[in-house]
Structure formats: C-alpha cells, structure tokens
C-alpha cells in the first residue's frame, strides 16, 4: 500500500514571498503520478499541479514548481510570489497506474498567506 | 459549462438512519469516484463508478454502497450510520485514461 507524509500541519508566508510545502511517500511502484491538490474554505478541492513519475523535468504551472525526487521519494511543491488568495489547505497526492481514480492523500498542510 | 455538483449541501442524522448523497459528474465525464474526509483529515477513496459498475474500492465496509445511473450520475448511500461516519463526503469526476479528477463542493454529513 502507498502511503503519503505530508509533515508541516501549518505553514504561514508574506504576501510576495515564496513558500515550499514538503511531502514524502513511499511505494513500491515504478509508475505512478503525483499531485497537488488545494483545498480552500469552499471546500472545493482544485488540481495546482501534476508530475508524471516518468518524466525527469520537474513539473510547473505559472507560481507553482514542484521539486521532485524519485529515488528519495520526495515531491515539495514552491510557491512563488505568494498571493493572499493562495491561502487553503494543500494535499499531496499519489496515483498508481492501474487504479485510475485512487488517488492516496496526504493529511495536509494549511497555508496562511499574510499580508 | 457546470462542473461537478453534489447535493445536498450538509445533512444531519442520527446513529442508525440511513442517507443517500448525490452526484452529477461534468459535463462529458463517465467516471465518478467518491471520497470520505474527515475533519483534519486527507480524504479517503471510498469507490469508483464507471458504466453503471463498481470499479474499485477502498478500505470501507459493505455499510457504503453507491450507483451509477446511465446519465452517469451517482449516489453513495450510507447505511447503519455511525458518529465516526461525520465527515465531507466529496466527488470526483474524470473521463478515461488518467486525466484530472474535478472534484465537486461536497457533502457535509453530521451524525449524532
């Protein structure tokens, strides 16, 4: 079974600061995804970012970056520019290939964009 | 064009009643899966619908059951309830292959 570790309950960054959220997991798959999810108050649960085990390029999108490390299976996402509607609860994420919608989580870090 | 949507929005039971959530998928999604989170907590996969058929299944007792209608909307009925079933009930939804899950609003399910 995959499990994932996300160690840091609350992080707290200024508004135009950076901010990296730490996850770890362990598997022992050699295929699989890894996500980022954001939670804000709504509730409502929103993809930030995706990187594919295969791929060796970290992944990135706009503010977002992820540094991935397979062999140490590590994968913390980089804030940039920290916005105050970047405040949520963040979820790190894993897929095995194979089971298409299983997606494991992690128990979250809560991030507090101040001004 | 609407994204996932789930009703209702928060139900209160009592221990033993039985409850039925509702989902409706994105527009051109077949698949829909549905997650438990508990307060504090990352959300749990309970199962996964695809062509009217239970899929996967996570680690939940037979007490959680679900459909999938041939417009591929979904329930997920609770039955038996307990305390320690209090949690937001969420929705995914996705079409083949590994494409993104859309997950929707959430049911926020309160048992006393």
């Known amino acids: 079974a995959q499990t994932v570790t996300q160690s840091q309950p609350e992080m707290s960054v200024q508004e135009a600061e950076t901010v990296t959220l730490s996850c770890t997991y362990d598997?022992?798959?050699?295929?699989?995804?890894l996500f980022w999810y954001k939670q804000p108050p709504s509730r409502q649960m929103i993809l930030v970012i995706r990187?594919?085990?295969?791929?060796?390029q970290n992944a990135t999108e706009n503010r977002f970056s992820v540094n991935f490390q397979k062999a140490a299976k590590s994968f913390s996402l980089k804030i940039s520019d920290s916005q105050l509607g970047d405040t949520a609860m963040y979820f790190c994420?894993?897929?095995?290939?194979?089971?298409?919608?299983?997606?494991?989580f992690g128990t979250g870090t809560r991030l507090q964009v101040t001004l | 064009d609407a994204g996932v949507t789930q009703s209702p929005t928060h139900l209160i039971k009592t221990r033993g009643q039985q409850v039925t959530l509702r989902c409706s998928p994105k527009?051109?999604?077949?698949?829909v899966s549905w997650y438990q989170q508990a307060l504090g907590q990352g959300p749990q996969f309970i199962f996964q619908?695809?062509?009217?058929?239970?899929?996967q299944r996570g680690n939940f007792p037979d007490r959680f059951s679900g459909h999938q209608f041939p417009n591929y909307s979904s329930e997920l009925n609770v039955n038996a309830l307990l305390l320690g079933d209090s949690a937001l009930y969420l929705c995914?939804?996705?079409?083949?292959?590994?494409?993104?899950?859309?997950f929707g609003p959430g049911t926020r399910l309160t048992v006393l």
């Open positions: 995914a939804s996705r079409t083949g292959g590994y494409n993104e899950q859309f």
């Open positions: 598997t022992s798959e050699n295929n699989y995804y």
């Open positions: 990187q594919e085990a295969y791929k060796q």
């Open positions: 994420a894993f897929l095995r290939l194979g089971t298409a919608s299983k997606l494991t």
């Open positions: 527009s051109g999604h077949d698949t």
């Open positions: 619908y695809y062509e009217e058929e239970e899929r």
